[in-house]
């Protein structure tokens, strides 16, 4: 029997799922300080949830099968098409908007290659029911707020946004289609990965002639607002105007630091309609850190009525490493243990009520019973880190006393029980 | 396209994790106070790591499938192999013994009763590397100091132990042998619910007596620990000796009045071998709430050396049921959270300035710019339960103020707006 986890899967030792925790409590920091309420949705959905007819890549990387019953069921790829299950579910029309927030494992059955696993943690934040700019600003202030409280400077990460209505502009001017539109935004977001020769061939055999692919490739090249004009008209761009706006409350939120147009930046899954971003450390050297977008239609797909919504997803892994990278996590031990630890039989009782008293008050305290001999409990506890070992010793307490070694500075002292028991 | 989850799966919208936060932080604070480190393994795991022999339910109700590289998957139907294979996996048997923790998610394809799920959350305790019965208590100390700082209170849940050794013992009698021996207690495990007669039934077809078979009914029904002297020899039977020693460690710990001998209570998992409990509310108005024992020879299943190992698990789904009909849970709500509001565009730069304040100070804080009408805003504002709308106008913006609405007490009152920024 194999004692590694199933290909892809990662174990969390406790030192690895310490660094974890302390990622993820940054997660529900600056959740919480954004005023968004936690939510979960099961792991398990059904498949036909991610189906889609766009080619987004995560619908063929299902990590799908069927269950004893026949169902066809996938581990999540991704957690937004469950929050619009779940707030479709409870018509909370009346009630909107609303900001909800969750961190939950998804699942991609996809090639192994160095440093991708095949299941990764995901914060995500969403806003429903705002139709204004001022939910990207929001969720994205959020990004920055979580980057800098973990330690990076502003300097060391840059926010890429573009807007998917610019885009569908700039298309239109070549007749291409709102039914087609989708499909190109997911070829456009292949381009980095497959070249730009791939790119050209792929909508050659699409049946778009050669000097509008040059036009597209230039366009989605701009980096630069004020260029944008070479392309589309800014009285009658709609997707040109949300653009300048959203720059313009980029500056009163003091966010403009952090942030850069892309026009390449179109995102991987075919829902999104207007505004996106993804995140990257400005040297370029790693994966996006996190990436989001605004879907209003991802209900009419389900059957809904539309309702705007916006949001993110952060993954555990590429921000992870590069905190590894930049030494950011904080260490683990076991500095708030402490071992109490008797002597023989005879001080049995006595180990028990302090551990019991200690542990009423708060402290974090491993009973030890095993009446070994104290340079082995030393050594353990040395091994193991704790802070400090508290030896109840018939010497001692025939004084009324324990003695207690401070493993980390040395130091020793007596403390009498009565003023134990009584502080 | 359905809205609900799949088939025995749970949603948590806000309240509903908002309690189940609240349960799981209760088991992180016992875990901590006694000292346990917390690690975590996937929920997805190679389903030979539960094909057991002994005819284990657990094994009959895999939710597994295979993957898309014909792997046999599983969704882990508990957590405790798991911990075994990355114990075995980091040879850490020069730390020994460790105290581990985790809460994860477990999953069941079982026939669809009410109140019985697919899937739950666990909270796994287990001590690896003690031999002694100083393990057992620590665990059953726990789970005691778990459930009072619920609120329950100690006559309100009773811990059941018994000893799969005094089972050995006596079985041997009837030269029933370690071969068979885990099948028989699966048997007795399940004969609350298969009843007498279908008990009987089955030793039967097993080829035993019926003479053997009452004896073994009135064994198990032994509530009183001197009974267990019609059976056994206290001076031949190390099962018995083992359950006296357990009692005579739960007087020192304190314990003795919320446990109680229970010859009945076998557990369904065939790995363990030694203590084994359950943890039931007094008046037996729900399924157990938590359950354990000891498995010292599960590494050697895996072709690893035998190491001591104790452990119990609390599924999230009982425990809540009972914290729901006691009312001990708390109520969710959102007062915590301040809504900014911007009367007008005019007052956005500085309705942005105070959120960020706010929020640099730890406060959660909603920025609305919808501009809407005010009575609009505080009707929203109640709806979500929020505590205070800043409301930032040009009136009070003249006099360099701005104006704050308690939604709870229904106070007004005005703040300066240097004294907001200097204090």
Redesign the interface.
């Known amino acids: ?7 892809g ?6 030192d690895e ?2 660094k ?2 302390w990622l993820f409590d940054h997660f529900k920091k600056t959740s ?4 968004f ?10 498949e ?2 991610y189906i889609r007819k766009a080619g987004d890549e995560i619908t063929r990387q299902l ?1 799908n ?5 026949n ?1 066809r ?1 996938s ?1 999540r790829p991704e957690i937004t098409p ?1 929050l619009a ?2 707030i ?3 018509n909370i029309n ?2 909107l908007p ?3 927030f969750t961190i939950g ?1 998804c ?1 991609r ?1 996809e090639k192994m290659q160095t440093g991708r696993k095949r ?1 990764h943690y995901q914060w995500n934040m969403d806003i429903v029911g ?1 139709k ?1 700019l ?1 939910a990207e600003s ?1 969720l994205i202030s959020a990004i920055i ?1 979580l980057l800098t409280t973990l330690g990076l400077s502003r300097k060391e990460f840059i926010i890429k946004v573009n807007s998917r209505k610019l885009l569908n502009d700039f298309l239109l001017k070549y007749n291409i289609s709102d039914k087609d539109f989708e499909r190109y935004c997911i070829l456009i977001d292949k381009i980095d990965k497959i070249g730009e020769d791939e790119f050209k061939k792929s909508l050659l055999s699409e049946g778009i002639g050669i000097e509008i692919i040059n036009e597209i490739i230039s366009f989605i090249k701009i980096k630069n607002i004020c260029e944008i004009e070479n392309f589309l008209d800014k009285s009658s761009s709609g997707g040109f105007s949300e653009i300048l706006n959203f720059f313009e409350l980029a500056k ?3 966010i403009l630091d952090c942030i850069q147009f892309d026009a390449s930046i179109v995102r991987g899954l075919s829902y999104y309609t207007g505004m996106i971003f993804e995140v990257y450390d400005s040297k370029n050297e790693y994966r996006a850190i996190a990436g989001g977008g605004r879907y209003d239609k991802l209900f009419s797909l ?2 809904g009525t539309e309702i705007p919504m916006v949001g993110f997803g952060m993954g555990d892994i590429v921000i992870s490493e590069i905190l590894n990278d930049k030494n950011l996590f904080p260490e683990y031990n ?1 500095k ?4 109490v630890f008797a002597y023989s039989e005879k001080e ?2 006595m180990s ?1 009520k302090i551990t ?1 008293r200690l ?1 009423n008050i ?6 030890d ?2 009446y070994k001999k104290l340079d082995k409990i030393i050594s ?1 506890t040395n ?2 880190g704790y802070k400090e070992i508290i030896i109840v010793a018939p010497e001692e307490l025939k004084r009324n006393q324990v003695l207690i070694k401070n493993m980390y500075d040395r130091t020793e002292r007596n403390i009498n029980l009565d003023d134990f028991f009584n502080c």
């Open positions: 029997m194999t004692l590694e986890p199933v290909k899967m990662r174990d969390f030792y406790p799922l310490y974890r925790n919480n300080i954004f005023g309420e936690e939510y979960e949705a099961c792991v398990l959905e059904h036909d949830l990590y099968f069927s269950d004893k019953g169902r069921l581990l469950s299950r779940m479709l579910k409870k009346n009630s609303i900001r909800w494992q699942f059955y299941e705002e204004s001022n929001e707020n009163d939120y003091s389900f059957g076991q708030k243990n402490i071992l049995k009782n028990i019991d542990r708060g402290k974090n305290v491993i009973l019973l095993s353990y091994k193991r």
